[in-house]
């Protein structure tokens, strides 16, 4: 079967996870559905998701059941009944599993986070996207850390003459210069982004760092600047793919999901890349989240 009747096959599962997530989904109405085997869809699901169809499910539908609990005063038992859980203890056991807390002490703390929206395939409004893409955003509170990088100017997505691709790598080389122990390049590598505060349309100041906590306080001040990010709320959107295309999964972000999403993004607040190791200014290929500020609407 061609590769792009696959993925249309793939996206159709998706839609019906989607729309029956209150629903009791097993792996074989959902392979009756697909019109695979259950071997198969299994197969295919986790090439092109990265997910099992159990995995899947499951943490779909315990991440409605995370934002359920903070918005409505229903009682855990009719929101797992709700959700095709089959007793409070089996959801209970299965909330813990993946949030690290029970849904009493979830709800209690009242802040949404670690929660997982459904897969997304991108439009090609914006950009033109690689064949098969499936973005998914997740739902995190982001705790307050110390951050020291080298600060660069850089022309993004809204310039008249983006120079990113070229700028950005420069100022990794720029701070790794910098610094005299290698075996800082095998921790996150942390991208601060402030938009806010040039005066030119599209220009963007951007530091190319790591967390203070990696790194000796007295080499601030040779070109490295300390930073504080404060605790908020964000968007984190997982990529794994070309570097050249990281930028356009960034614009479906903002320009697609954003809008659709009951969210508004802030001006004031630091977004936030990060880059996972090992770093490489050449290579072809990234594992990266990019954190986007947001407010509820």
């Not at 439009?123 to 098969?132: G, L, T």
Request: hydrophobic residues 40%; negative net charge; contains cysteine.
């Amino acid at each position: 079967m061609p590769a792009a009747a696959t993925f249309n096959r793939i996206e159709k599962v998706l839609d019906h996870i989607h729309q029956n997530i209150r629903q009791s989904l097993t792996l074989e109405g959902l392979a009756e559905h697909s019109c695979w085997s259950r071997w198969q869809l299994q197969r295919v699901f986790q090439d092109y998701t990265g997910y099992s169809v159990a995995q899947y499910v499951r943490e779909i539908k315990l991440s409605r059941c995370a934002e359920q609990l903070l918005v409505t005063d229903h009682r855990i038992m009719d929101i797992a009944l709700e959700f095709g859980f089959s007793s409070e203890i089996t959801f209970s056991r299965a909330f813990k599993q993946f949030f690290g807390c029970s849904p009493k002490e979830y709800r209690s703390r009242g802040v949404l986070t670690g929660v997982k929206t459904p897969l997304k395939k991108p439009d090609d409004q914006f950009a033109q996207y690689p064949e098969a893409s499936l973005y998914q955003v997740r739902l995190e509170r982001g705790k307050s850390f110390d951050f020291v990088g080298s600060p660069y100017t850089v022309k993004g997505l809204l310039s008249a003459e983006p120079d990113f691709g070229i700028s950005v790598p420069r100022a990794w080389d720029d701070f790794f210069g910098r610094l005299p122990n290698e075996a800082l390049r095998q921790v996150p590598h942390i991208g601060l982004i402030d938009g806010f505060s040039q005066r030119i349309q599209g220009e963007l100041r951007y530091w190319a760092g790591i967390d203070a906590d990696h790194i000796d306080a007295v080499l601030v001040g040779d070109g490295i600047e300390h930073k504080r990010t404060l605790e908020h709320d964000y968007a984190v959107l997982p990529y794994q793919g070309p570097v050249e295309q990281f930028h356009k999964a960034i614009i479906w972000l903002m320009a697609s999901w954003l809008p659709a999403s009951g969210y508004a993004g802030l001006d004031d607040v630091y977004e936030i890349e990060i880059y996972y190791p090992p770093y490489d200014s050449t290579r072809k290929e990234v594992k990266a989240e990019y954190w986007l500020p947001i407010i509820s609407l």
